[in-house]
T-cell receptor, first 111, second 114 residues
């Protein structure tokens, strides 16, 4: 069965520090992978996606993610976090006709 | 396009009442998804439609929940009767094609059942 694991429920980083959010998936075939961000009171917005090709994908707001097949991972990174990045981040796998979401990682940014 | 539009944004209702949540997907999208988000269970897929036809409703928690999509531009999620444990944020999302494309989410309906 397909599943997505985000092992970190909550992360706190200082503004300007680097960020890495972890995501592991379980899926038999080549997955379609996504990262979404949810600001308070808002819906989910797509940050980036991986379908095939270059395993390092660039997204909006300075985010990037790297697909590592050997580790079944799709970690999200940002070299320098801004206070406006504080939000909930969701990793998702697209398979067949559905999207499977992780439980999310809440990011707090401190000055 | 204005994106996926959900109404109402907030709903407070008494236990036992009927609640109807509405969704207008992005024009041209052929998949529509209903999700429920709670602190305890995260994002749960309730049901999804393809070309207005329900494909998988295995995530619908109980018979009290029902969803319809009478046409390509409108869907409803109904809870009858509502219970306090139904309190959650309900999201509608739409996409064009299968899961190799992104899903576009509405802003959600925050439902509180008292």
């Amino acid at each position: 069965a397909q599943s997505v694991t985000q092992p970190d429920i909550h992360i706190t980083v200082s503004e300007g520090a680097s960020l890495e959010l972890r995501c592991n998936y379980s899926y038999g075939a080549t997955p379609y992978l996504f990262w979404y961000v949810q600001s308070p009171g808002q819906g989910l917005q797509l940050l980036l996606k991986y379908f095939s090709g270059d395993t390092l994908v660039q997204g909006i707001k300075g985010f990037e993610a790297e697909f590592k097949r050997s580790q079944s991972s799709f970690n999200l990174r940002k070299p320098s976090v801004h206070w406006s990045d504080a939000a909930e981040y969701f990793c998702a796998v697209g398979t067949g006709n559905q999207f499977y979401f992780g439980t999310g990682t809440s990011l707090t940014v401190i000055p | 396009d204005a994106g996926v539009i959900q109404s109402p944004r907030h709903e407070v209702t008494e236990m036992g009442q009927e609640v109807t949540l509405r969704c207008k997907p992005i024009s041209g999208h052929d998949y529509l998804f209903w999700y429920r988000q709670t602190m305890m269970r995260g994002l749960e897929l309730l049901i999804y439609f393809n070309n207005n036809v329900p494909i998988d409703d295995s995530g619908m928690p109980e018979d009290r929940f029902s969803a319809k999509m009478p046409n390509a531009s409108f869907s409803t999620l109904k809870i009858q009767p509502s219970e306090p444990r139904d309190s959650a944020v309900y999201f509608c999302a739409s996409s064009f094609g299968t899961a190799n494309t992104e899903a576009f989410f509405g802003q959600g309906t925050r439902l509180t059942v008292v």
